[in-house]
């Protein structure tokens, strides 16, 4: 099968790229005696789970969860806030047969996952979510309802406190290599200082689990932690690209797009890319790097330089000159094929079911089914 087989828009894996970035998150990891454990978010599709050395997998949602589990993994971490409107979905996967594990960060959820798992009798693994960097959900290791909130799940007969879980988020705004470093032993250390404070209230805290795709690659120091989570690194993107977590020939992942009109007045090419297959997600801001909505190439990979998708609609995508340079739309013809490399690849792959597989630069060689 080739390209133009393929009814656009559509999202093509380089496989030798995706095995390329597998290996050398595992080559890294080989330097540590610690557990792995993909996020399975990104990918949402077995196949690719098969190639990865992870031990269990980490999920954003339930659906997810039922996915993996209905393909043999057991080892699940739900590392999205429990909200109660999940509690029996949860219970029913334990009761299945899963080890799911969730997480919490305030006594109020606690209390009512406590009440529930009472009614059911059915024990939960529990996680305190940990803010390390002032980014989205977690408690602070400092605010003494931290320590509250690891006694009053201890104190249930089928909470199990797992340990602490935190998400460097911040890594994803970084202005350097360097920084993200920092950033990285900001998160061990907040992690590794959380898990000592519950310890020393005479608190079991066997797993400290922490994770993002630049601060896993880029920690040299793993002292105290038990486990890792990384998730976009098997694609990467252009926020990767940016942050310098990778180089344009490790992105595996693109949308292959149609030209379906122009408008020459406004110097502008239509796609067939718009947000429902690239997301409108503008991944980080890089004064020296403006790509907007996606890096266009041709179906060969070949960057167009003066080129960038400068806003997207529904199913519409416009691309425009990043310097203002006049467009030759004779070499942009109705239905001729280009390939976007989106921001952020896991918005963009959530948005299809089918990864076509891109094998030695040659031909599609297959596809994989995905959730």
């Known amino acids: 099968m080739n390209f133009e087989q393929i009814e656009t828009p559509a999202l ?61 993994i057991k080892d699940i971490l739900y590392a999205v806030g429990i909200a109660p409107g999940k509690f029996d979905h949860v219970f029913d996967l334990i009761r299945r047969g899963a080890d799911l594990s969730v997480i919490v960060d305030n006594t109020a959820a606690a209390e009512m996952l406590s009440e529930k798992s009472n009614q059911k009798n059915i024990p939960i693994l529990v996680y305190i979510e940990i803010d390390c960097d ?39 705004q970084a202005k350097s290599i360097q920084e993200i470093k920092l950033i990285a032993k900001q998160e061990r250390d907040c992690a590794v200082n959380a898990a000592k404070i519950l310890r020393n209230q005479g608190l079991n805290c066997p797993q400290i689990s922490i994770g993002s795709t630049p601060t896993v690659l880029f920690n040299q120091n793993f002292q105290g932690i038990s486990e890792v989570r990384a998730g976009v690194y098997i694609f990467n993107d252009l926020t990767m690209l940016n942050l310098g977590v990778c180089t344009p020939d490790e992105m595996a992942l693109s949308v292959l797009g149609s030209v379906i009109g122009h408008q020459v007045n406004r110097n502008q090419i239509i796609t067939d890319t718009g947000w429902m297959s690239l997301s409108s997600d503008r991944g980080i801001v890089h004064p020296e790097i403006p790509l907007n909505f996606g890096l266009v190439t041709d179906i060969d990979g070949n960057i ?63 596809f994989w089914e995905k959730i």
Not at 50 to 55: A, D, P, R, V
Not at 140 to 145: F, N
Not at 156 to 171: D, E, M, P
């Open 12 to 72: 093509i894996l380089d496989k030798n790229i995706l095995c390329h970035n597998i290996n050398k998150m595992q080559r890294h990891l080989n330097n540590f005696q610690i557990k792995f454990r993909v996020h399975g978010k990104t990918a949402k599709c077995m196949e690719i789970i098969k190639l990865i050395n992870t031990q269990g997998i980490t999920v954003s949602n339930l659906h997810e969860a039922e996915y993996y589990f209905s393909h043999g």
């Open 134 to 172: 002032q980014r989205r959900g977690g408690i602070d290791p400092e605010d003494p309802e931290f320590i509250s909130l690891g006694l009053m799940i201890n104190q249930n007969k089928n909470l199990k406190l797992q340990g602490v879980l935190t998400h460097a988020g911040k890594s994803y």
């Open 304 to 366: 167009y330089s003066d080129l960038i998708v400068s806003s997207v609609n529904q199913e519409h995508g416009i691309i425009s000159s990043k310097n203002s340079v006049k467009i030759d739309f004779n070499n942009f013809p109705m239905g001729k094929l280009i390939r976007i490399f989106p921001n952020h690849a896991c918005a963009t792959a959530a948005r299809f079911r089918r990864y076509y597989l891109w094998e030695d630069k040659k031909e599609i060689t297959g």
